[in-house]
């Protein structure tokens, strides 16, 4: 009996990281705007001049049922070699999408067993933090508009060179009057570190989006710690 060929879908990643371990993650929409995460992630996929995976790019993958512990709602299993399905989107056409697939706050995101959503958020503070293994990580302070506070990593690939170190700081203002951005947020698989709320999981943000769909444009942290909103 032969096997069917896996589904080819399109999805316009919105979440694009390096991870810790020097694999990669990717997170994206479909035509239905379901969040779909496709794995196995190379590192060489998504970073270099023309990466396979980049911000609101349309890619094609031929996609099956995730396997192994701890699947969650959006991972599918990649069959083959994706393939670009086009040019990235437009600005208007980005500002259409983040505002249709938006969920109303950082609960709703992750709520049931969800692992990948995108939430309308204010940036109150960009800063730097060494972790007890030494490495030094962007992280960001903000409210979602829920009034809910948050202060979690940033993983966006754009703010990271090549080997997933060496974070920049978006050129987004920070502060309580600052305008809001679209946050990607992902959660890790479980670890057993982080019990609670987040199922064991670590939340980050793996993507950073004006709303009006211009760049996202980086300057280097260094001399950055007087500038508003910056420490």
Known sequence: MTTAPAPVREIVPLAVTLDTEGGACVAGVGADRRWIRPEPV????????????????????????????AVRPEDRSVHGTPRSAGPGLGPAEQSALLAAVADPDVGTAFAGERSAGLVAVRPLRWYRRRSTGGRTFLRLEFT???????????????????????????????????????????LTHPNGRFPG???????????LH??????????????????????
């Open 42 to 69: 190379a590192a060489g996929q998504v970073t270099g001049g023309d990466p396979v995976y980049a911000m609101h790019r349309p890619v094609l993958l031929a996609l099956g049922p995730a396997a192994g512990p």
């Open 144 to 186: 979602d508009r829920s009034g809910e506070r948050f202060d979690w990593i940033v993983r966006d690939v754009r703010l990271l060179g090549a080997d997933g170190r060496a974070p920049r700081l978006p050129a987004l203002p920070a502060g309580p009057e600052a305008p809001e951005v679209y946050a990607a947020v992902g």
């Open 197 to 207: 709320r987040f199922r064991g999981c670590h939340p980050l943000v793996v993507g």
């Open 210 to 231: 004006p709303a009006d769909g211009s760049p996202l444009t980086t300057t280097s942290l260094e001399g950055t710690a007087g500038a508003p909103g910056i420490a």
